[in-house]
C-alpha cells in the first residue's frame, strides 16, 4: 500500500510547514486528492492516525478534497469528465483525451496553532 509514504509526505510537508511559521502544532490540514492520481482517499485517512503519531500533526483533523478528472479532447477540443479508465472523446470518438485536472495530490491548506 503506497499510501503510507504518501501519507507520512504529506505529514512532513504539514510538519516543516508549521514549523517554518513558528507553530508547534496542527490542528487541521486540507489535502487535495485528484480522482485520477491513482491515491485512494480511503487509504490515506487510514493511515493519517499511525503516521502523526509524535509530530506536530497529532490529533489534527485531517480533510481530503476530491478534484474529479477531467480532460481536454486534442482533435476536436471538448472537454469532459474523465475517470481513471476514460481515453475516448465523447464528443467525437477519437482516443485522444488529454488529462487537464484530477492528477492533484497535495496538501491544500492547513490550520496551525
Ligand atoms: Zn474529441
Redesign the pocket.
Known sequence: MHEVGITRSIVEIAEENARAQGATRVVSVTVEIGELSGVVPEAVEFCFESCVNGTFLEGAELIIERTPGRGR?S??G?ESAMGPYTFE?P??G?F?LERLQGDELRVKEMEID
Open positions: 479532447c482533435e476536436c471538448d472523446c464528443a467525437c477519437q485522444s
